[in-house]
């Protein structure tokens, strides 16, 4: 899945932050509270890098703000995890 680029006249920065909430609640949105989930963030570009993830836990406790800290220890990380490349993120059951 990619993103589209933001139309001309909008700010690419609330683009980009609606649309990754929008992949959030779409990914866990079939899960029940009570199922486990995990969620890996790897670079397809760079694949010398590990990937960056959350261990699994139930749905009720993986909330977007969650997953948002997830991206800002990628974003801070010493990893080369750039906006440019292809990010595979990928979410268990």
């Known amino acids: 899945m990619r993103l589209l680029p933001p139309p001309i006249d909008s700010d690419p920065v609330t683009h ?10 779409n990914a866990l949105r079939n899960c029940n ?12 570009v760079n694949v010398q890098e590990n990937p960056i993830g959350i261990g699994f836990r139930r749905r009720d406790q993986l909330s977007e703000e969650v997953i948002w800290s997830m991206f800002e220890n990628v974003a801070q990380s010493n990893n080369r995890f750039n906006a440019m490349d292809r990010l595979v993120v990928i979410h268990s059951v």
């Open 16 to 25: 980009f932050l609606d649309n990754m909430s929008d992949l959030f609640e």
């Open 33 to 44: 509270e009570s199922d486990m989930v995990g969620v890996t963030i790897s670079n397809e």
